[in-house]
């Protein structure tokens, strides 16, 4: 375990799963909100201001095999202006065989003047899946928005799946057509571990390897969320059918 970081760890036992670590981190505490079979839901709350200049912010999601882990935000990140510092944010998730990890994200806010780097890593061992939905939000109102780089690393079976890095600490650079073009709000919704159709569709485009990816870009969050919500919920369906309790 990193020091200082948010740990979920869910073990099975038998037909069931366990909360068995829900550590608190600097910023983040996990609470339990409820266990029904193989299924565990769990809430992470915020329990001091972020993202200050300095803040490293770490959460590690450790799932057994055939567990279902599904993860809540009821409120999101703000990365505060760093007035000349940086902050970091860094997500890293192992989910063994047959397992499953639905995160649907709070949006992360960017507010003038930030400067923050986030990363996601993702291991899945064989027949895993993990579905995720991000949203990030350049700017409070009336802000343009600080500095982001996010990183995002996702394996499967130690093959990697999706690679990708989106470099979007210049303002004149995230605003060419082909990156944002102007726009504020991204939001990306991923199903990794398996493929729902070979066909790129709309916002969907399918990954090399078994995976999806749904992406859109708006001025308002509300927008981003009527593009991808019915995607991520028809996905999320999918994940919970592989689990005979939800």
């Known amino acids: 375990m990193t020091e200082g970081a948010t740990r979920v760890v869910v073990?099975?036992?038998?037909?069931?799963?366990?909360?068995?670590e829900l550590i608190s981190g600097a910023f983040l505490a996990p609470r339990l909100v409820s266990a029904h079979g193989l299924h565990v839901r769990v809430a992470l709350v915020g329990h001091s201001a972020t993202l200050l200049a300095g803040d490293d912010l770490r959460i590690e999601f450790d799932v057994a095999p055939g567990a279902f882990l599904e993860v809540l935000e009821p409120s999101?990140?703000?990365?505060?202006?760093?007035?000349g510092g940086h902050a970091s944010w860094t997500a890293t998730a192992t989910v063994g065989a047959g397992g499953a990890?639905?995160?649907r994200a709070a949006p992360f806010v960017v507010a003038g003047g930030a400067d923050v780097s986030r990363r996601i890593d993702i291991s899945l061992q064989s027949d895993a899946v993990a579905l995720l939905d991000e949203m990030v939000v350049f700017g409070r109102t009336g802000e343009i928005g600080g500095a982001l780089r996010s990183d995002q690393r996702i394996t499967v079976d130690g093959t990697p799946l999706l690679v990708e890095t989106l470099d979007l600490r210049s303002v004149p650079d995230r605003s060419r057509p082909g990156v944002l073009g102007g726009h504020r709000v991204i939001g990306t919704t991923?199903?990794?571990?398996?493929k729902t159709s070979d066909t790129a569709e709309g916002h969907v485009s399918p990954l090399a390897g078994p995976g999806m990816l749904a992406r859109a870009i708006a001025d308002q969050a509300h927008e981003v969320s009527a593009a991808l919500d019915h995607v991520s919920s028809d996905w999320r369906a999918r994940v919970a059918s592989r689990f005979t309790e939800t």
């Open 190 to 194: 991923m199903l990794l571990g398996m």
């Open 11 to 20: 073990e099975r036992v038998g037909d069931t799963a366990v909360a068995k």
């Open 76 to 83: 999101g990140t703000v990365a505060y202006n760093a007035r």
């Open 101 to 103: 990890l639905v995160w």
